[in-house]
């Protein structure tokens, strides 16, 4: 079973809608979660990190952690096609900042 | 700033012959952090230093790679001998303590 989990996509959605994005983790004890960009042929960026249960946003963007399930969530609103990117979920277990990331998966916004 | 700097940011190589990758961290950054990215198993890190000393080698595929960080504003990750298999894409990323890492714009290495 693989650390992170992610569904690889492609998830397409209509501009203006919601993208919803999924991550599991198998570590419970894990305690930091983070979401990166990664445009094509670019490097990761971050754009969200969340440490305790609930919703944390940030403009358009809402992670949510629901430790108990292991699960952590991105939703996009108001998508636009500039935000078709892979989007990555990173999970620090130990809290030293060793990250380990899902697979990613990979957001298309069309007109 | 200028951001993390790696170079080179292409490297094409034949089998057996050594590789050397570079990274610049951005200044006042105490953590540097090596990773790999491919198709197959996508982002995996392989080596992270704390204030130049390395603190986890465990992500280090093989014998064959080996990184130094001889001061705080300098890093390599070196490959010897280069295989087809480590074709991939190589990011260098740097943090201040335990916050966000930022991550160079790569080197992608091919190896023939």
């Known amino acids: 079973q693989k650390e992170v989990e992610q569904n690889s996509g492609p998830l397409s959605v209509p501009e203006g809608a919601i993208a919803s994005l999924n991550c599991t983790y198998s570590?419970?004890?894990?305690?930091?979660f983070f979401w990166y960009r990664q445009y094509s042929g670019k490097s990761p960026e971050l754009i969200m990190f969340?440490?305790?249960?609930g919703d944390k946003e940030d403009g358009r963007f809402t992670a949510q952690l629901n430790k108990a399930s292991q699960y952590v969530s991105l939703l996009i609103r108001d998508s636009q096609p500039s935000d078709s990117a892979t989007y990555l979920c990173a999970v620090d277990p130990g809290g030293y900042n060793k990250l380990i990331f899902g697979a990613g998966t990979r957001l298309a916004v069309h007109p | 700033d200028a951001g993390v700097i790696q170079s080179p940011r292409h490297e094409v190589t034949e089998m057996g012959q050594e590789v050397t990758l570079r990274c610049k961290p951005i200044?006042?950054?105490?953590?540097l952090f090596w990773y790999r990215q491919t198709m197959m198993r996508g982002l995996e890190l392989l080596i992270y230093?704390?204030?130049?000393?390395?603190?986890?080698d465990s992500g280090m595929p093989e014998d064959r790679f080996s990184a130094k960080m001889p001061n705080a504003s300098f890093s390599t990750l070196k490959i010897q001998p280069s295989e087809p298999r480590d074709s991939a894409v190589y990011f260098c990323a740097s943090s201040f303590e335990v916050n966000e890492q930022f991550f160079g714009p790569g080197t992608r290495l091919t190896v023939l």
């Open positions: 969340i440490y305790s249960n």
């Open positions: 570590d419970r004890g894990s305690q930091s």
């Open positions: 230093f704390n204030n130049n000393v390395p603190i986890d």
């Open positions: 200044s006042g950054h105490n953590s």
